[in-house]
């Protein structure tokens, strides 16, 4: 099964930035879409980006124009690159790879955004 690990997260103030890396290991071939998913505290788990093995992009309304979603196959990583952050972006964040023979997840990075 793939395994997904996510790096990246931290403590930043508003507006700053924050990037977030994912690596896949173990059966990484035929993953399709990669996506990042997010946990507010309270709150259910929502799609923030994602991009499929063709470059396709889609992004929640709430963090269009401020993140982007990129993948490097070669390395089997994904990106999430975070700009202008905003308290309500504070969650746990997941990786997500798809693949023929399921869908996994990482165990989640925090991010934290202080007003």
């Known amino acids: 099964h793939v395994q997904l690990v996510e790096s990246g997260g931290g403590l930043v103030q508003s507006r700053g930035s924050l990037r977030l890396c994912c690596a896949a290991?173990?059966?990484?071939?035929?993953?399709?879409?990669r996506g990042w998913f997010r946990r507010a505290s309270g709150k259910q788990r929502e799609l923030a980006a994602r991009?499929?093995?063709?470059?396709?992009?889609n992004y929640a309304y709430s963090v269009k124009d401020r993140f982007n979603i990129s993948r490097d196959n070669a390395k089997n990583t994904v990106y999430l690159q975070m700009n202008s952050l905003k308290p309500e972006d504070t969650a746990v964040y997941y990786c997500?790879?798809?693949?023929?023979?399921?869908?996994?997840w990482g165990p989640g990075t925090q991010v934290t955004v202080s007003s």
């Open positions: 991009i499929t093995s063709g470059g396709s992009r």
């Open positions: 997500n790879a798809d693949r023929y023979s399921g869908s996994y």
């Open positions: 290991f173990r059966s990484c071939a035929s993953i399709s879409t």
